[in-house]
């Protein structure tokens, strides 16, 4: 029997549907991957565009040997933040990781390697697999990444 009683820290109530809350999320991608599952989810935000844009589905694949690299977008969480980062890996000194949004101007606070826990290795975008910002021009898009700029800035378009 379903207990009608639910935790309101575990769901958001939006358009008539009840989602998971950043923590809860964070939670159960992390619990699901450490049992090597992949998990695909919707992409909110716009900080990695325009590889991966808000409302594209990725998917997590768990983290294999060797896989944590230049380049790679990988997920992650800090102790001080209960939600999940999607970000590419723009530089790797011993064991701190620096992380890198496509479209942001500024790296991201240094991680472990421990909190990483995944890695994306499919991106859909209407229907469609998307294969660029994946393959071997992650390397190009990490270096131009650590820059300023950041790649993003080849794809805007001017606004009127």
Not at 15 to 31: D, F, K, V
Request: glycine fraction near 8%; aromatic fraction near 12%; include cysteine.
């Amino acid at each position: 029997m379903r207990s009608r009683y639910v935790k309101s820290e575990f769901f958001i109530q939006a358009e008539g549907c009840r989602y998971l809350s950043g923590p809860a999320h964070l939670e159960l991608t992390r619990h699901l991957i450490e049992i090597n599952y992949c998990v695909r989810f919707q992409a909110k935000g716009y900080s990695m565009s325009p590889f991966i844009r808000e409302g594209d589905y990725i998917t997590l694949s768990p983290l294999k040997e060797g896989s944590v690299g230049f380049g790679n977008v990988v997920a992650y969480s800090r102790k001080d933040v209960e939600t999940m980062v999607v970000h590419r890996i723009v530089h790797i000194m011993r064991n701190l990781i620096i992380t890198k949004g496509d479209s942001n101007p500024d790296n991201d606070d240094p991680v472990t390697r421990e909190n990483i826990f995944g890695i994306v290795t499919r991106i859909e975008r209407d229907g469609k697999r998307l294969f660029w910002g994946l393959g071997l021009e992650r390397w190009l898009i990490a270096w131009v990444s650590r820059r300023k700029t950041g790649p993003g800035w080849l794809f805007r378009r001017s606004v009127a």
